[in-house]
């Protein structure tokens, strides 16, 4: 079954955990120093929080987490059909959790992940630059596919 997730930038991290602890009714399954967690049944989501330097504030990126792999070659088939350039960045380490993924970004500019959590990680890990995704129709004309970036970008937050 698939879940929905969410990813914010904060710029209290403790005030954000004390503030989301309450709304959820729940304590965060991950908590690092720059980031949190929550892996709600009820609704079913992964809610996310990090306060990182340069990042942005507010919502950062949607998702959807699957089980399986059956599952994210269901999701990765959607995001080719949906006829917007996909990022894929395949296996990779973000937000405390090593993971296979693929981005995209809808007619306004709202990046998506699509992934499949593999295992943990001890660091947070990076993301490519979802600007230029997420700029792809006023760039590129939406007719090629971005480039990864090489190193992970400073203005964007991860998973």
Sequence with gaps: M??????????????????YTNLFGAEPAV??????????????????????????KGIEHVGLQVEDQSELAEVYARLKAADR????????????AKS??????????????AFLTTGGSTTYGGSPDLEQLANADAATGACCVPQAATAPAATTGCC
């Design 2 to 19: 698939k879940r929905f997730h969410l990813h914010v930038g904060v710029t209290d991290l403790d005030a954000s955990i004390a503030f």
């Design 31 to 56: 908590t690092k120093a720059d980031y949190a967690k929550w892996m709600l049944e009820d609704p079913r989501i992964n809610f996310a929080i990090s306060m990182r330097e340069g990042a942005t």
């Design 85 to 96: 350039p996909v990022l894929e960045e395949g296996a990779t380490t973000c937000c405390y």
């Design 100 to 113: 296979e993924k693929s981005w995209i970004a809808d007619p306004d500019g709202v990046v998506w992940e």
